[in-house]
């Protein structure tokens, strides 16, 4: 029996062709992506924003009425709440953002704390109260700040290790295109508002990991193909050494998006926001790994004397002693 294979051996497409426009694609939609960000934010949930979060389980139905809960919550007039499913159909969280000078007066958390439980207990009879979580304005704004400090690090810290087992062209490579795979990712979030809370900077650390092993695999053919085709020309290699790898990058990624498609299909709404985000990064990462970090390195002027090792002045006399004799 013949197992089936996805990519042909003997593929050979010209990816380098079109790195030209899809460079410049790449380049608009990185600078729409920022700009939507700052000109339309980014829907920062109450992790770090500061908020209430209070979960609720309804004793006497099979699962939560969440559209009549939000719109009785609504009513009570401290803006429009955040409410999800939160472990069983039947329980749910409720996340409000706190109320104008509650930083000076904790009571004012209270309050609407005590408001909110007694109206969904007078609604919905046999309701339980399963707790109250609160996170200050200051603790949340201490959260945001670390969360895009570990995003910052975790690439930092990729592209030096990068540098390091490479070439430095190939450790700028790597940084770029993970600024393309996570400015992208933060574009999805800016127009469509869904919530951004620590469960999408764990999303975006998962993704910087995933296009970094993607990355890795493409680099590490090219310099062993540098070393064996020196006469080559470098967008000949590069197409080669992409075309080589190419089936386990659509493999593997094929296997990551079955799982992903499952759980965006059937997967509580509390994770939909982490799916998506990683769904969008493969479909970037794949990408990226391709038209960004292979291209770059012929921008950067990698070729095959990148990889010979450099002959110090003692080593050409000692070699020509020995010629000599």
């Not at 992409?242 to 994770?271: D, H, K, M, Q, W």
């Amino acid at each position: 029996m013949k197992l089936l294979k996805l990519i042909p051996d003997d593929t050979n497409i010209d990816f380098l062709r079109w790195r030209l426009p899809f460079a410049f694609v790449s380049a608009l939609l990185v600078l729409a992506s920022w700009g939507l960000v700052l000109t339309q934010g980014l829907n920062l949930g109450v992790d770090f924003v500061g908020g209430q979060m209070i979960r609720v389980t309804f004793t006497q139905t099979s699962a939560a009425p969440v559209a009549q809960l939000r719109e009785e919550v609504a009513k009570l007039g401290y803006g429009e709440p955040i409410i999800q499913q939160f472990g069983k159909p039947n329980e749910v969280s409720i996340r409000m953002h706190l109320p104008e000078g509650a930083e000076r007066d904790a009571g004012l958390s209270d309050a609407m704390n005590r408001k909110i439980v007694s109206s969904i207990q007078q609604q919905h009879p046999g309701v339980r109260l399963d707790g109250v979580d609160s996170v200050s304005g200051k603790v949340s704004g201490e959260l945001f700040k670390t969360g895009m400090q570990a995003l910052l690090a975790a690439a930092v810290a990729i592209s030096i290790y990068i540098w390091l087992r490479f070439e430095w062209q190939f450790g700028v490579g790597a940084l770029l295109s993970l600024v393309h795979d996570v400015s992208l990712t933060l574009g999805l979030f800016a127009v469509t508002q869904m919530e951004f809370d620590l469960n999408i900077v764990a999303a975006l650390l998962t993704l910087i990991g995933y296009s970094l092993n993607d990355t890795i695999v493409v680099y590490d053919r090219i310099r062993e193909n540098l070393k064996k085709y020196r006469r080559m020309p470098m967008p000949e290699l590069l197409n080669l050494s992409v075309n080589e790898t190419l089936s386990r990058t659509i493999v593997t990624s094929l296997s990551v998006l079955i799982t992903l498609l499952a759980l965006l299909l059937f997967g509580p709404n509390v994770i939909f926001g982490f799916t998506a985000a990683i769904t969008l990064g493969i479909f970037v990462g794949t990408y990226s790994s391709i038209y960004m970090a292979a291209p770059i390195l012929i921008w950067l002027k990698v070729n095959a004397q990148s990889f010979v090792p450099t002959e110090s002045e003692i080593d050409r006399q000692e070699r020509l002693a020995r010629e000599r004799s």
